[in-house]
């Protein structure tokens, strides 16, 4: 089956450590995106990828990275800038960025700080 | 500015409708989507309204009033499934889509 793989579910932090998080689909979709979600708060876009070996900021990028290499995968590092990582992080794909094509998310990763 | 609004919180009794209104401004609209998300899950799509409107799917129904900068997600014969935060979010004229916060419905027998 087709989809969308983020792991691990949950992920600890302890302080100054960068951590990575995995984004992978079989889908086929060119556009990809990571986005954070905290309680009482809409989805808010750290980062997006139209196309392999590209990429544009979002709302919130400062303290986050992203490399896309492969067509196939997206993932994030959450760096020790970023003060404040505990959320609930997502990932999502489209077939390609345009603005009725839906986005699919995988199940998610939890950020917590030790 | 832009901004996108939906209650926090609605509760409805299992059989029932309920409907979740959804308000937002911007100065460019480009589409509205809604997405059901059960706790500590993926959201997943339901609709997509960019003419005004109602789009009907089975037990749900999205509309969309362009003019009015409103719109509202119906949930017929509802089912303790249904139990679930509703996320709606539409593109700006930037091409971002912007969410809201989602309303958690709570359905009771």
């Known amino acids: 089956d087709g989809g969308i793989t983020q792991s691990p579910k949950y992920l600890f932090r302890k302080e100054g450590q960068n951590v990575t998080l995995s984004c992978e689909q079989n889908?086929?979709?060119?556009?990809m995106y990571w986005y954070r979600q905290d309680p009482g708060q809409g989805l808010r876009l750290i980062y997006y990828?139209?196309?392999?070996?590209?990429?544009q900021k979002g709302d919130i990028a400062e303290g986050y990275s992203v490399s896309r290499e492969k067509k196939e995968s997206f993932p994030l590092t959450v760096t020790s800038a970023q003060k404040n990582p505990t959320a609930f992080y997502l990932c999502a794909s489209s077939i390609s960025g345009e603005v009725f094509q839906p986005q699919h998310f995988g199940d998610g990763t939890r950020l917590s700080i030790l | 500015g832009q901004n996108i609004d939906q209650p926090t919180e609605m509760t409805a009794t299992e059989g029932a409708i309920v409907q979740i209104n959804c308000t937002y401004q911007t100065s460019g609209f480009n589409g509205l989507f809604w997405y059901q998300q059960h706790a500590g899950e993926a959201p997943t799509f339901l609709s997509y309204n960019v003419l005004d409107g109602l789009e009907e799917k089975g037990r749900f129904s999205s509309f969309l009033s362009r003019s009015k900068g409103y719109s509202y997600l119906l949930l017929k014969e509802l089912q303790m499934k249904d139990s679930a935060s509703y996320l709606c979010a539409f593109w700006d004229s930037n091409y971002q889509l912007i969410w809201g916060a989602g309303t958690k419905l709570i359905i009771k027998p």
């Open positions: 990828s139209q196309i392999v070996n590209d990429f």
């Open positions: 889908l086929n979709h060119d556009a």
